[in-house]
């Protein structure tokens, strides 16, 4: 199992959400995270006085899949959420020891 | 011979320019960070009640009781002695003595809150509210006792219709002075000072031209054509200052901004406020546009220069008093007031000369009395700003254990 990590452009969460939907991922978690990366911040303006804002907002959302689905997931993220602009995101894909679901205690790739 | 118009009008504009002063509260809380929202509001509200205070039980006496030599009233009105139902001989004939009296209370309310945005962020409750007791008593009372009790600026022939010197250009050069005494706040320069709700200061924005309607038109202290005069040049003044403002950042930064839209506005508002009921529409508009550009300038000036007056009270007010002052001696017309005066463009040069000695004067005497009041206070209470770990986390927390947003 992997976990995969995705900070994308907090416009681009719907089209990534329905487009996961539509491969048959099923449940999702979603954090407001501010960062910069290459496309660094931008520049406020109050009353003339010139403030650089480095901190950008992006969500970040966090699937778990079984192995063999990590590059349908992550193709399916990067159409997705894809503008070609500087600024698009990251995607992260890390080991995942195991899953339990809280409810019935089931294990692996059951508990997904 | 009270008139029910006039009156009905008069108590009107008071309640209205009471709401000013919460209103102020909004606009200069908008702009402060988020940890320091109530300390800022807190310090502009509680003048209601300091003021309040202090012109029932001497100030309404020393500004307009019966004249000691040109330059204070007597203590004869103290605790609102003879101040009744009935009009004073004097003041607003038309009018129950306590409707002005309340009225010109307004006044004296928000002068001092209007310093609060010169120290915000940084400057202690108890000291505040110290130093503004002071100078309500020392700097408020007389100036206005020389302009509008019949003091000796009056004799000269200074005019101020609603208190471009008495309110915005003392308040101004006491914020001047309170920037230079307590000095910038920590990490001016290096840390971020953005306003943290500009929707709040756009609220405060609107609540206070409101508010403006009653603080001009109710200047007028009748309801008759020179309130409505004054109705009007209020409201094209702050609609020029706005437009102005917003098309010069267009222009410079390539986008309009909400807090320049604010500014503008209120640039404009306070700027045509010594002149409303004695100029015409059209002089408002220049007048408007003059403000728009100036306080600007002013504004840019002040963040290049490294002076903080955190929240642009000489820029805005101060300065805006002045320029309002002088352009009544330019565009002053006894076809719009015959009570007022002819100003230079009607032939009048002495008349502009007047209006500037009311500005030197004025600004002066406020400044450096202001100073003074400042460091006494200091002595009195052993600092004016707040430490530098308060600073750090907030006057919210650390002055009033509140926090104004608990999400």
């Known amino acids: 199992m992997k976990k995969i990590e995705a900070i994308i452009k907090p416009f681009k969460l719907d089209d990534v959400k329905d487009a996961l939907n539509q491969i048959g991922i099923t449940g999702m978690t979603l954090t407001d995270v501010k960062g910069y990366g290459r496309q660094k911040g931008h520049v406020e303006i109050y009353r003339g006085a010139e403030y650089m804002v480095d901190f950008i907002p992006k969500v970040k959302i966090g699937i778990i899949v079984p192995s063999e689905k990590v590059d349908e997931v992550v193709e399916t993220i990067i159409s997705a959420a894809r503008t070609g602009k500087i600024g698009d995101g990251k995607i992260f894909v890390l080991p995942v020891d195991n899953v339990i679901r809280v409810r019935t205690g089931e294990t692996g790739s059951e508990a997904i | 011979m009270i008139n029910t118009g006039d009156t009905a009008f008069i108590m009107l504009s008071a309640a209205m320019v009471l709401l000013m002063t919460p209103a102020l509260a909004l606009f200069y809380a908008g702009m402060v960070r988020s940890k320091n929202v109530l300390g800022t509001i807190l310090q502009s509200f509680i003048m209601i009640a300091v003021v309040t205070f202090e012109w029932i039980y001497i100030g309404y006496s020393m500004s307009f009781g019966p004249d000691v030599g040109g330059l204070i009233g007597n203590l004869s009105m103290v605790a609102l002695n ?49 130093f503004s007791l002071f100078w309500t008593i020392v700097v408020y009372n007389p100036v206005c006792h ?23 250009l003392t308040s101004g050069a006491a914020a001047a002075a309170a920037v230079l005494v307590l000095g910038p706040r920590k990490g001016l320069g ?75 506005a209120i640039a404009g ?89 009311g500005v ?11 100073f003074i009041l400042l460091k006494i206070t200091d002595i009195i209470c052993g600092g004016l700003r707040v430490s530098i770990e308060d600073e750090t986390v907030g006057l919210d927390q650390t002055a009033h254990s509140e926090t104004a947003y608990n999400m």
């Not at chain 2, 004799?155 to 915005?168: E, I, Q, R, W, Y």
């Not at chain 2, 015409?280 to 903080?308: E, H, M, R, W």
């Not at chain 2, 820029?315 to 002088?326: A, D, K, N, P």
Request: charged share 10%; with cysteine.
């Open chain 2, 269 to 357: 508002l306070a700027t045509v406020t010594p002149a409303a009921g004695f100029i015409n529409p059209q002089a408002a508009v220049f007048i408007g546009l003059l403000a728009g550009f100036s306080c600007f300038a002013a504004v840019t000036y002040k963040n290049k220069a490294g002076f903080d007056d955190s929240l642009d009270v000489v820029g805005i007010h101060g300065l805006g008093g002045v320029i309002g002052t002088i352009c009544l001696g330019i565009f002053a017309s006894k076809a719009s007031n015959p009570g007022g005066a002819d100003g230079l463009l009607a032939g009048n040069a002495s008349f502009l000369t007047t209006q500037i000695f």
């Open chain 2, 360 to 370: 030197v004067v004025v600004g002066a005497y406020a400044f450096v009395v202001s």
């Open chain 2, 190 to 264: 290096r840390d971020k000072f953005m306003p943290h709700n500009l929707p709040m200061t756009l609220l405060g924005t609107g609540l206070l031209w409101f508010g403006w309607f009653g603080f001009n038109g109710g200047s007028a202290l009748a309801a008759d054509g020179i309130a409505a005069t004054a109705f009007v040049n209020t409201h094209v003044a702050g609609m020029a200052g706005l437009a102005m403002w917003v098309a010069l950042e267009w222009f410079l930064y390539k986008q309009p901004t909400t807090l320049g839209a604010a500014s503008g």
């Open chain 2, 82 to 130: 003879g101040v009744g139902s009935e009009p004073s001989p004097t003041y607003a004939t038309t009018i129950p003595h306590l409707v002005f009296m309340i009225y010109q209370c307004m006044f004296a309310v928000i002068t001092p809150a209007l310093i609060t945005g010169a120290v915000a962020e940084r400057m202690r409750f108890g000291p505040f509210i110290l």
């Open chain 2, 146 to 168: 020389w302009i509008w009790g019949g003091g000796w600026l009056a004799d000269k022939g200074v005019l101020d219709f609603a208190g471009g010197l008495v309110v915005h």
